[in-house]
C-alpha cells in the first residue's frame, strides 16, 4: 500500500487536460507536475484519493525525448507557464491530440477531421498583454510577476520570456518607481495597502503601449507627475491609468478607470483595420495567432458578400468586424456594454456600417433577433453555451455553425448536442495555439446543415 509522502518510481505515460504529468502505481493515475510524455521520474506522494493520486517530481531518473531546456530560470516555479520543459512541437501535437480525444470521447464523433494547430512563429515572446501581482518581499522590495503554483507566493520577474520583449524594460524601473514614491503595496489578508496590480499592453502592430496601476486608492500622491516621466522615459508609451479596485476579491479590474497622462487606448492594426484598445479591453493575447484564426474562418466559410452574420459573444468585434467586409449585414451581441460602446467605436472609426451591436446576453438577445442569419459565429467562455442558446440555435437553424471555444470539454459536449438535435453535421475543427507554453488551446468547429434527405 501506497502512503502519502512515499517516494515511488514511474513512467508518465500522458498529459492531462491541466497539462500536468499521467502515471499509474497500484491501477491508481497518477498526477505529476513539471514532467512530460516519456519521463521516467522518483514522484513524492502528496495527496492519496481513491481513485487518483497527486504527487510531485523528486527526480529525473531518464527524461523524455520531448523533454528540453526552459528558456526561463524561474520555469520551475512562477505558474505562468507550466510547459517550458516541453519541446514545441510535442506541446502542438498533445494539444491537437486534445482536441481529438474531446470529439471523439466527449462527442461521439467518429474520425474527426481535425487540422494541424495553429501557430506562431515563435513560442516565446508572443503576448501582447501582461497583469502581475503586486508584493512586498521579506527585505521591504516591491516585487511584482506571476504566483508560484497553486500559491499566492510572487515569483519576482524583472522579465518574462513569453511577453513582447518590448515590455521587459518597464517591469524592473516601475518596480523602483513605486518604491521611490512611497506608495503602499495591498495586503490581500488585511485588506490594506494601495496597489494590487500593474498592467502592460503594446500593440504587436504599432508598438504602442498601456500602463495601468491597479489600486484600492483613487488618489496616489504624484501619479500626475510620476506619470509624465513614464512617458517621457518609454517613448512607445501612449498612456498611463489608474483602475479603481477597492473590492475584497480576486477580481483584477474595477470598474472604474482613470486616464492619469497621455490617451486612454493604444492603436493596432489588425485584420486590416485599425483598433482601439483600453487597458481593461479583452483582445486575445496572441495577435498573431488570432489573425490567422480569422483567416481560416474567412476561408472555410467561403463568403460570397450576401450572407446575413450573427457573433454571439463578440467582444469589441475583433471577428465581427473584419469580417462584416465579407458580407451583408452582422449583429454582433456582448454582454459587456463597455465592450459593445469600444465595438461600436471600432465601426466608426474604420467606416463599417452594415454591423451593430447588441448588449444583452446572448440567451436572452438572440431569440429576439427577427433576421433570419446565414452564419452564426459563437465564442463564449469556457464553460460553453447555456442550454438555451443550444435550443435556440436549433430552432433557428442557420445552415452554418462556427463554434469557437477555448474548452475541449464543453466544446465536444455542446457539439454534440447541436448535431444529435440540430440536425447538423460537424465538418472540420481547427485549433489553434494561443498560448504556448501552457496547456491552453482553443479551437474553431465548423458545422453544416445536413441535407434534408440526411435528416
Not at 491501477?27 to 512530460?36: A, E, I, L, M
Not at 498601456?210 to 484600492?216: D, E, M, N, Y
Not at 465601426?347 to 433570419?372: C, T, Y
Request: charged letters at 20%; hydrophobic letters at 35%.
Amino acid at each position: 500500500m501506497t502512503n502519502q509522502g512515499d517516494l515511488i518510481e514511474i513512467e508518465i505515460t500522458d498529459l492531462n487536460s491541466d497539462g500536468d504529468g499521467v502515471g499509474r502505481v497500484e491501477d491508481r493515475v497518477v498526477f505529476v507536475p513539471d514532467t512530460v510524455t516519456g519521463d521516467r521520474v522518483l514522484v513524492r506522494l502528496t495527496y492519496i484519493k481513491r481513485q487518483y493520486i497527486l504527487g510531485k517530481l523528486h527526480q529525473l531518473i531518464q527524461p523524455s525525448p520531448y523533454r528540453i531546456r526552459p528558456s526561463c530560470i524561474v520555469a520551475d516555479k512562477c505558474g505562468g507557464c507550466q510547459w517550458q520543459h516541453i519541446d514545441d512541437e510535442y506541446q502542438r501535437i498533445i494539444k491537437r491530440d486534445r482536441i481529438v480525444r474531446a470529439l471523439e470521447r466527449i462527442g461521439g464523433f467518429s474520425q474527426p477531421n481535425v487540422a494541424p494547430i495553429l501557430t506562431n512563429t515563435s513560442s516565446l515572446g508572443y503576448r501582447n498583454k501582461a497583469t502581475y501581482p503586486l508584493g512586498i518581499s521579506a527585505t521591504g522590495k516591491v516585487q511584482t510577476g506571476y504566483y508560484r503554483r497553486n500559491s499566492h507566493q510572487i515569483i519576482n520577474l524583472n522579465q518574462c520570456p513569453v511577453q513582447d520583449p518590448r515590455l521587459n524594460p518597464l517591469l524592473a524601473e516601475i518596480k523602483q518607481d513605486i518604491e521611490r514614491r512611497g506608495w503602499t503595496i495591498y495586503d490581500e489578508k488585511q485588506h490594506r495597502g494601495q496597489l494590487r496590480h500593474l498592467s502592460v499592453r503594446i500593440g504587436r502592430r504599432t508598438g504602442e503601449m498601456l500602463l495601468t496601476l491597479i489600486s484600492c486608492d483613487r488618489h496616489l500622491q504624484g501619479i500626475q507627475e510620476q506619470a509624465q516621466i513614464w512617458l517621457q522615459r518609454y517613448p512607445q508609451l501612449v498612456g498611463v491609468a489608474l483602475n479603481h479596485n477597492p473590492k475584497p476579491t480576486n477580481v483584477i479590474f474595477g470598474s472604474e478607470t482613470q486616464t492619469i497622462a497621455g490617451k486612454d487606448y493604444l492603436q493596432e492594426n489588425f485584420a486590416g483595420l485599425q483598433l482601439r484598445l483600453r487597458p481593461e479591453t479583452f483582445f486575445q493575447v496572441n495577435t498573431e495567432v488570432a489573425e490567422a484564426l480569422l483567416n481560416t474562418i474567412t476561408e472555410k466559410l467561403d463568403l460570397q458578400g450576401n450572407e446575413i452574420l450573427i457573433d454571439a459573444y463578440c467582444g469589441i468585434g475583433t471577428f465581427a468586424l473584419p469580417l462584416a467586409k465579407r458580407v451583408k449585414q452582422v449583429i454582433g451581441i456582448e454582454v459587456q456594454q463597455a465592450s459593445i460602446e469600444q465595438a461600436q467605436l471600432n465601426a466608426q472609426i474604420n467606416e463599417i456600417d452594415n454591423v451593430s451591436f447588441l448588449a444583452g446576453e446572448v440567451k436572452n438577445v438572440l431569440p429576439q433577433l427577427s433576421v433570419k442569419p446565414d452564419i452564426v459565429l459563437v465564442d463564449p467562455p469556457r464553460k460553453g453555451c447555456d442550454r438555451s442558446v443550444i435550443d435556440t440555435l436549433t430552432q433557428i437553424r442557420p445552415p452554418h455553425l462556427v463554434y469557437i471555444s477555448c474548452q475541449p470539454a464543453t466544446l465536444a459536449r455542446d457539439l454534440k448536442l447541436l448535431c444529435l438535435h440540430g440536425n447538423y453535421q460537424l465538418i472540420f475543427s481547427q485549433p489553434a495555439d494561443f498560448f504556448p507554453q501552457t496547456s491552453h488551446v482553443e479551437c474553431a468547429a465548423f458545422l453544416r446543415q445536413k441535407p434534408t434527405n440526411m435528416i
